[in-house]
Antibody
Framework: EVQLVESGGGLVKPGGSLRLSCAAS????????MNWVRQAPGKGLEWVSS????????YYADSVKGRFTISRDNAKNSLYLQMNSLRAEDTAVYYC??????????????WGQGTMVTVSS | EIVLTQSPGTLSLSPGERATLSCRAS???????LAWYQQKPGQAPRLLIY???SRATGIPDRFSGSGSGTDFTLTISRLEPEDFAVYYC???????????FGPGTKVDIK
């Protein structure tokens, strides 16, 4: 079964750090670009960051640039998001999502169940 | 940066009715890189349509997408009870290479 499972969310104080992980299974992880997407409580979806299959290309939303770092370990079938200098507005459910490559024009075809990050004092 | 606007914000319909959702871009979008997602409460989004008009694997044919340039439409031909959800459009821009989601349209039961 193709699956993405996020972990690492929790409660953190403003200015703090957190590292999210996403474990992939059921597909050749190293062949796909991966993404983080977040959703603040009661709000819409916001793309956060993307990383290409070999980590050659990395992109961030302006709202997290300089504070968040995306990375991956293809040997471990895992995607990561290091979040530093966290702010209250970073409070959200964080989803990892697979981009389905050229076959469906990089749409996000597989999503994890999400992990909640709460930034509060 | 391209901004996506979705209308209406909420669509109140009855099962069996036709739903027409609009996604408008602030500048022209490549049709190849326009997608639609469905999200139900407490669940992750699900890909419905990619390339503006291609259904993703397992998506019923009552869902269809169309449009080009700045105007795109998601149509649900006959609403089933499980179709009441929030729908998001998304575009992938190559310059800069970022993804943008629209604010969503909620389809609820009338």
């Amino acid at each position: 079964e193709v699956q993405l499972v996020e972990s690492g969310g929790g409660l953190v104080k403003p200015g703090g750090s957190l590292r999210l992980s996403c474990a992939a299974s059921g597909f050749t992880f190293s062949s796909y670009s991966m993404n983080w997407v977040r959703q603040a409580p009661g709000k819409g979806l916001e793309w956060v960051s993307s990383i290409s299959s070999s980590s050659s290309y990395i992109y961030y939303a302006d709202s997290v640039k300089g504070r968040f770092t995306i990375s991956r370990d293809n040997a471990k079938n895992s995607l990561y998001l290091q979040m530093n200098s966290l702010r209250a507005e970073d409070t959200a459910v964080y989803y990892c999502a697979r981009a389905c490559s050229t076959s469906c024009y990089y749409a996000f075809d597989i999503w994890g169940q999400g992990t909640m990050v709460t930034v509060s004092s | 940066e391209i901004v996506l606007t979705q209308s209406p914000g909420t669509l109140s319909l009855s099962p069996g009715e036709r739903a027409t959702l609009s996604c408008r871009a602030s500048q022209s979008v490549s049709s190849s890189y326009l997608a639609w997602y469905q999200q139900k409460p407490g669940q992750a989004p699900r890909l419905l349509i990619y390339g503006a008009s291609s259904r993703a694997t397992g998506i019923p044919d009552r869902f269809s997408g169309s449009g080009s340039g700045t105007d795109f439409t998601l149509t649900i031909s006959r609403l089933e009870p499980e179709d009441f959800a929030v729908y998001y459009c998304q575009q992938y821009g190559s310059s800069p290479p970022i993804f943008t989601f629209g604010p969503g349209t909620k389809v609820d039961i009338k």
